[in-house]
């Protein structure tokens, strides 16, 4: 009995090791190995961009290796790229934690002779080849603006709700979404600007609060994925569903309800799976030395935009979500 | 055996599965073997296992004697250490700063278990919440560059003595033997052991139970200042968020190692033996693309199965509890 138990204890880290050694199986000579760490696994959002890497593996013959930490931590994510830079893969990218501290990162992989790339968060340097960037904040903004003048009829009463007072990429987005309505659609009138942070239930207060302050309102924007279902909320409880239009910034998982119910008609924000395909794509590109252009045909995207000063790819189309394609899991 | 700690027995085994761990890996990728991956887990393994001798003394000390702070502490000094940087002080200050904040703090856990009688696993479960939601409120959840910082300072977790990490030769060896000094030949290490088994002893011999115990707090949070300036230079970042595994992953690799819970046993030997094979085991494991998602829990099946095999060695059989409950503490 004891000796047996010893044996089987011995027996079983060794054995566990040589079983994940063996799991993944090994790729064919000829295709390349990409890796992708992201800021965390288990979530959506990324979930969904390996699926896209993994769709442009299988199609332009490339093996995708995903690995990433479980929180979002700048040492985990520093750990595992290290180790896939130690395996020497033929490329190493991240979706990075901090843009600084995954430079180091970088400079390791360039002199490791591994190619590194960053998509969906950046990272500062001179040692990243190649960054893939999710949505022009201008494209974004305007097809919020177009969602919304369509569903209030190019005319009325409408009011932003958004995150933090300060934060830089929802204000970038205000200001976008103000010059659409300024120029195309002029009269739309903004009578209102609230902020109601990362927070599904004030932004329903706030919501709650224009709807009273604002009878005539038609329509509000929610800036940042929180605001979007807590106005939704607010419509829906004061019975406007259908009366007061409310779209904005947001992901599927997050509005789903609201979509089936009704309240919703459309939400915008770029597609993870068309990122993660687009990143593997050009990480391949670069792989086979071949120059990215201006403007770039990418099969099953159309034109891709590539800033060469920066080494920016830029996805840009920003995605629509309605009633039709709520299915999707991110 | 409870007089000098050494547990060769448990030793043997953990080298032993160490061994078979890494023949295991390099029989599905010979590639781990290599001199850049042998140098990443060196370096993973550094804070950790610096963390985990300052939790060797405190559960030698007995009477239920945790740490379930050292991870905050470590976080809280790093985050100290990096706002003192961008203040402008010269880093040897700041880096003396960390260090100092983290023996103060685990003089605060000294005085909290000693003087004012709260158990420690309340007291430091207690100061954990406080310490982490301290260096919280001081970044404002954000990460602090220190990328910039003088290249001397990067150096303590990115620069390299003859080919071997600098955090490695500088610090965590000369401080193993330090601790093994202190622990197998000086007066402190054997009082520490007799105040472990029993505190009516040591009373009745003329030690101070008390203000032994409160020491190992004391050096539990320098350790822990110390890896979280390690951290800091690694990764050119102080973030809130460091470390934070270390406060239960420490405990897992001090018992691993051959520590008895209940105090009065063990050496940091054990815990430099335990810390290689959970270094090398989770290196491996992220290096053959195992989900990280399962890793933790492989570390909790080695270290279950390296208790059942001393017990089946030592032909203790299933009964038998997992740690020694031979003595109880007066």
């Known amino acids: 009995m004891t000796r047996k138990i010893t044996l089987a204890g011995a027996v079983s880290v060794p054995a566990l090791a040589l079983a994940v050694a063996l799991a993944p199986g090994s790729a064919s000579a000829k295709d390349y190995t990409i890796g992708f760490v992201p800021k965390l696994v288990g979530i959506p959002y990324f979930t969904a961009m390996k699926q896209g890497l993994e769709k442009a593996g299988k199609k332009f013959g490339a093996k995708i290796v995903y690995q990433g930490p479980t929180t979002a931590s700048v040492s985990g994510q520093v750990e595992i790229a290290e180790s896939l830079i130690n395996k020497h893969l033929d490329a190493v990218g991240v979706s990075a934690n901090s843009p600084t501290a995954l430079s180091a990162v970088a400079k390791k992989a360039k002199a490791a002779g591994v190619l590194f790339y960053s998509s969906d968060s950046q990272v500062d340097g001179p040692d990243v080849s190649l960054r893939v960037s999710q949505a022009d904040d201008k494209a974004l903004a305007y097809a919020v603006i177009d969602q919304l003048a369509q569903q209030v009829g190019d005319k009325g009463d409408v009011a932003f709700v958004s995150g933090g007072p300060t934060a830089t990429n929802l204000n970038v987005w205000i200001g976008f979404m103000k010059d659409r309505m300024k120029a195309k659609y002029p009269d739309m009138k903004l009578v209102s600007i609230q902020y109601a942070g990362e927070d599904i239930s004030k932004a329903t207060d706030v919501t709650s609060q224009l709807l009273s302050a604002y009878p005539n309102l038609k329509g509000v924007v929610g800036v940042n994925s929180t605001a979007v279902p807590g106005a939704a909320q607010a419509v829906l409880s004061a019975g406007m569903s259908g009366k007061v239009a409310v779209t904005g910034i947001t992901d599927p998982n997050t509005i789903r309800p609201f979509v089936n119910n009704g309240t919703v008609k459309s939400v915008v924000l770029w597609n993870p799976v068309d990122l993660g395909y687009l990143t593997a794509w050009a990480v391949l590109q670069e792989l086979d030395h071949k120059q990215l252009k201006a403007e770039n045909d990418v099969p099953g995207l159309g034109k891709i935009a590539y800033d060469a000063k920066t080494k920016t790819l830029l996805l840009g189309k920003p995605l629509v979500i309605t009633k039709k394609n709520i299915g999707l899991n991110f | ?330």
């Open chain 2, 1 to 330: 055996m409870g007089a000098t700690g050494f547990q060769p027995g448990r030793i043997g085994v953990l080298v032993l599965l160490t061994i078979l761990a890494l023949g295991g890996f390099a029989l599905g990728d010979p590639g781990i073997l290599s001199g850049p991956n042998l140098y990443s887990m060196a370096v993973f393994s550094v804070e950790i296992g610096i963390i985990a001798f300052g939790q060797t003394l405190v559960i030698c000390g007995g009477d239920g004697g945790i740490d379930l702070s050292v991870g905050a502490i470590g976080a809280l000094a790093q985050v100290l250490l990096g706002l003192a940087i961008t203040a402008g002080l010269p880093w040897p200050l700041a880096v003396a700063i960390c260090v100092a904040a983290g023996a103060g703090m685990g003089m605060i856990n000294g005085a909290c278990v000693t003087r004012l009688d709260i158990p420690p696993i309340i007291t430091t479960l207690a100061t954990m919440f406080v310490f982490s939601g301290l260096a919280l409120v001081l970044t404002g959840g954000i990460n602090i560059d220190l990328t910039t910082a003088s290249a001397a300072f990067l150096f303590l977790g990115q620069g390299a003595i003859a080919g071997l990490p600098f955090q490695l030769v500088a610090l965590y060896l000369p401080a193993l033997l330090i601790l093994i000094a202190v622990q197998h030949r000086a007066g402190f290490g054997r009082a520490l052991y007799l105040v472990g088994t029993s505190t009516t002893a040591a009373r009745l011999t003329g030690l101070r139970p008390n203000r032994i115990r409160a020491r190992t707090y004391a050096i539990a949070g320098l350790m822990a200042g110390i890896a979280g300036a390690i951290g800091a230079a690694r990764l050119g970042t102080a973030s809130p968020e460091a470390l934070g595994q270390a406060n239960l992953i420490s405990i897992a690799i001090v018992v691993l190692g051959g520590s008895s819970i209940f105090g009065g046993d063990g050496s940091v030997v054990g815990t430099m033996v335990a810390t290689v094979l959970i270094g090398v085991v989770n290196y491996g494991l992220s290096y053959m693309n195992f989900n990280p998602v399962y890793q933790a829990g492989v570390m909790g099946l080695i270290l279950i199965g390296a208790v059942l095999i001393d017990n089946a060695i030592s032909g203790r059989g299933l009964s038998a509890l997992p740690f020694r409950m031979t003595r109880s503490t007066g």
